[in-house]
């Protein structure tokens, strides 16, 4: 996998990158059919670019 897939992508780029609305990604989240995002802080959470590329597939 390469540098580029790795990077963390915060919501405003998920929802860029995706097209989904921010209710919509966590609805999905929830249902188990979107990607949930990780803790990478005290309080901040973002979702690897890797498994938003997959999910897009």
Same mark, same amino acid.
């Given at each position: 996998?390469?540098?580029v897939s790795e990077k963390f992508l *915060?919501?405003?780029?998920v929802i860029e990158k995706t097209g989904k609305p921010k209710a919509s990604i966590y609805r999905d989240i929830h249902l188990g059919i979107f990607p949930a995002p990780e803790k990478i802080g005290a309080r901040v959470v973002a979702w690897r670019l890797s498994r938003?590329? *997959?999910w897009m597939q």
């Amino acid at each position: 996998m390469d540098d580029v897939s790795e990077k963390f992508l *915060r919501l405003k780029a998920v929802i860029e990158k995706t097209g989904k609305p921010k209710a919509s990604i966590y609805r999905d989240i929830h249902l188990g059919i979107f990607p949930a995002p990780e803790k990478i802080g005290a309080r901040v959470v973002a979702w690897r670019l890797s498994r938003i590329l *997959r999910w897009m597939q």
